[in-house]
């Protein structure tokens, strides 16, 4: 989630922004600045596959306190998920560990729960090149049905980040979920005309072409981006995020 890092292909392993939880929560412990987001994403051909979610960063003395919940699905079919993670910075790199409550409710079949736990960091090798790992589920949890147990999807991904200049940053990764072949994501964010951002990303599997414009503008920040694949056509998101203690300017 965050139209930001949809804009760029979702390439955000690395990324440093407020949708950490929802991505790599190692990257969170980066944040500065005490945060609020939300996010909704529309899928035009798949409307009972809308995604909405919020998420809220804090810097304490140690580290930093990220929470937020992420609902999918309608009324015949939905996902809920509630979210909080913890993230240091230990010199050049940052580190985090993240607990979900998972919730799937399908007409007709009840509600099933569960309990995981997702790890990721980041590190800054250069000015330049930052790194970055994380893997979800990492605990194996499973959810269970009257005839037995199914394991929860685990992720992992790796990728780099570059800072090519002032206003040019690029991004790669890849993904492995265990049961299916890797995803290979890249993006790029542009900045232009002071705080104005355009975006672009790709991805394999399915290949889908992304495009994104943003705004940051003192307290608040909004960002819109589209994803085109041939499977599910045009899907669309928007976010927007309030800063609290950003001085005025």
Known sequence: MGARGLGMGNATNGLVYEWGLFNNIGSAGLLTETTTSAAYH?????????RMAFV???????????????RFGDEVYNEHLV??????????TSLGLKVNYIQYQAQGFGTRRAVSFDFGGVTQLTDILTVSASISNFSQSQIGFENGKEKLPTRLTAGFTFRLSDKLIAATELEKDLLYAPIWRSGLEYEFKNKFFARTGFNTNPTSGFFGLGANRKLLQADYAVQLNALTGPSHQASVTYR??????
């Open 56 to 70: 809220f960063n804090t810097p304490l003395r140690f580290g930093v306190l990220s929470a937020g919940t992420f």
């Open 244 to 249: 609290f203690n950003r001085k005025k300017v």
């Open 83 to 92: 979210s909080a993670g913890f993230s240091n910075k230990f010199g050049n």
């Open 42 to 50: 529309i899928q035009n051909r798949l409307p009972y596959t809308n």
